[in-house]
Each structure stands twice: as C-alpha cells, then as structure tokens.
C-alpha cells in the first residue's frame, strides 16, 4: 500500500492564476455540468472534502445535495476562499465550509471523508500520484475519491485554425514548463493504480460549445487569458511567447467565436476510486 507522502511536493505552478477571465470559467461550473459522474452516489448525510473548490459553485451545489451532511472546500489561494464563502451564503447553505489546504498534505485525519472530490486539479500538481494517495489517506474505508480532469491534446473544434493550433501548442509547453500534465484525464487511471486504488471506474464526458452565445463567450475568456492572466505572464516571461504572439492567438480565438459554424468540444477523463475496506 502506497504510504502518505513524508511532506508536501509542490513543484508546480497553477497555469491559470485567478485573473477575471479565468474565473468567468470556474464560477460557470456547477455538479450538473462538471461533477454529474459523481451525484448518483451522493447520500444525504455524506461528507465530501472538494479539494481546488476556487469560487465554490461546485462545492455549493454538493453541499445542496447532502443536506444532512457536510462539504469542505479547500484550496491553496485565500483570497478565492472569501468567494467560495460568499457563494456559500447567498445561497444559505449553512453544511458548507472553506480553509486554506495543499492536496499534497490535507490537514485532515485518516478517513475523514465519504468522497473526496476534485474537479481540474490534478493537471496542475507536481505529484499527481502523491495527490491521489493523499486524498486517498482521508477518505474512509469503503468510501470514494472522484477526480474529473480535461484532456488538451483530446480537445477539438471546427472549422480548423492555426491560430487554435499555436494556441493548444503553447498551453502544452506553458503548462509542462509550470511542472503540470495538460493532457491529464488520459492519465488518471494510471495514476489512481499507481496510487494503490484496485477499485476504479473510468469514464468520460465533454463540454460543447457551439452555439452564438456559447462561442461568444469561450473564445472571449480565452482571448482574454491569453493576453491578460497569469498564463499570458508565463507564456511571455518563459519565452514560450512574445506578446505579439499571444495577441495573433487572442485574435485566432476571437475569429473562431464568430464563425456561424464555429464548435468546440473539451473532453474530459472521470474516475471513481474506491477506498478498499
């Protein structure tokens, strides 16, 4: 049995960062439309630790659906665990909390939780294996750990761009620079084996975005993050990138949202691990 890791190994850098246009992705998310592998086997009373909650909208709706029980958001930035609390409230959840943690080293005893759940997380550690074995130390015996990762090198779109091309090309090396796995939901099988998990069901789901409102609003969080967020910093300061550069990618993601026959398709890698007995 894999043992917990000694301390934490934090060798990545998060490639998004929390600028504006990144969190007009993350607070669009919902467990209808990112966790819906999971729901069926959430009870009343479980307790679910949802490790990366950012803005909390994931984790707002889980708590919805375990009135009786308890969610715990944690990520490692503070400042987005305010809005994770905000969220929390306005919708009047009162079996939601938020604290500061590293998937590397949950401040949580042995078999804390029912299902530990984390939604686009493990593209962006250092130790994706050591991650999953953490979160598999928390969990109890019998219960589930629920990991759900995009997969870069799987999304694809229409009509072709190369534009969209240099883009997926310079998030891939921004990403691998940062220490992180852009095409991670391929990986997370292998990963949860390598973690220890004997139990794991794999499946997968997409997001489309296809119609005017959808491509008006994907191609323009991008646009913005290429040119405006954390990324855009790295891809510039690692010289992935010149400026000029990422303004052609902002401008290739632009004219694709224009297009009437413009679609887009993120596929995602799901698994459901459960904690042997």
């Given at each position: 049995m894999p043992?917990r890791?000694?301390?934490?190994?934090?060798?990545?850098?998060?490639t998004?960062?929390h600028?504006?246009?990144?969190?007009?992705?993350?607070t669009?998310?919902t467990?209808a439309?990112?966790a819906?592998?999971l729901?069926g086997?959430?009870?009343?009373?479980?307790?679910?630790?949802d490790?990366?909650c950012?803005?909390g909208t994931?984790t707002a709706?889980?708590?919805?659906?375990?009135?009786?029980?308890?969610?715990t958001?944690?990520?490692r930035?503070?400042?987005?665990?305010e809005r994770?609390?905000?969220t929390a409230a306005?919708?009047?959840?009162r079996?939601a909390?938020?604290?500061p943690?590293d998937?590397?080293?949950?401040d949580?005893?042995d078999g804390?939780?029912?299902?530990?759940?984390?939604?686009?997380?493990?593209?962006?550690?250092g130790?994706?294996?050591a991650a999953?074995c953490?979160?598999?130390?928390?969990?109890r015996p019998?219960?589930?750990?629920?990991v759900?990762?995009?997969?870069y090198?799987?999304?694809t779109?229409?009509?072709?761009?190369a534009g969209?091309?240099?883009w997926?090309?310079?998030?891939r090396?921004?990403?691998?620079a940062n220490?992180?796995?852009?095409?991670?939901?391929?990986?997370?099988?292998s990963?949860?084996l390598?973690?220890g998990?004997?139990?794991?069901?794999?499946t997968s789901?997409?997001w489309?975005?296809a119609?005017?409102?959808?491509r008006?609003?994907w191609?323009?969080?991008w646009a913005?993050r290429?040119?405006?967020?954390a990324?855009?910093?790295q891809a510039t300061?690692?010289?992935?990138?010149?400026p000029?550069?990422l303004?052609?990618?902002?401008?290739?993601?632009?004219a694709?949202?224009r297009?009437?026959?413009?679609w887009?398709?993120v596929l995602?890698?799901?698994?459901?691990?459960?904690?042997d007995a």
């Amino acid at each position: 049995m894999p043992e917990r890791p000694s301390q934490a190994r934090e060798t990545a850098v998060y490639t998004h960062g929390h600028h504006e246009s990144v969190l007009r992705s993350h607070t669009w998310r919902t467990a209808a439309n990112s966790a819906a592998y999971l729901l069926g086997h959430l009870k009343p009373h479980t307790r679910v630790l949802d490790v990366g909650c950012g803005p909390g909208t994931i984790t707002a709706d889980l708590a919805a659906l375990v009135p009786d029980g308890q969610v715990t958001g944690v990520d490692r930035e503070p400042a987005i665990l305010e809005r994770a609390r905000a969220t929390a409230a306005e919708r009047g959840l009162r079996n939601a909390d938020f604290t500061p943690g590293d998937v590397h080293a949950l401040d949580f005893p042995d078999g804390t939780f029912d299902v530990v759940h984390a939604h686009q997380v493990l593209q962006h550690v250092g130790d994706p294996v050591a991650a999953l074995c953490e979160m598999r130390r928390v969990t109890r015996p019998g219960g589930l750990v629920a990991v759900r990762d995009s997969d870069y090198a799987a999304m694809t779109w229409y009509p072709e761009s190369a534009g969209l091309d240099a883009w997926l090309d310079l998030y891939r090396r921004v990403a691998r620079a940062n220490g992180a796995e852009p095409d991670a939901g391929r990986r997370l099988k292998s990963w949860a084996l390598a973690a220890g998990f004997t139990d794991v069901i794999c499946t997968s789901s997409t997001w489309t975005f296809a119609t005017a409102d959808e491509r008006a609003w994907w191609s323009g969080l991008w646009a913005d993050r290429t040119v405006a967020s954390a990324y855009a910093e790295q891809a510039t300061g690692g010289g992935h990138a010149s400026p000029a550069e990422l303004r052609e990618v902002a401008e290739a993601w632009r004219a694709w949202g224009r297009r009437e026959d413009g679609w887009f398709s993120v596929l995602h890698g799901e698994i459901l691990c459960r904690k042997d007995a």
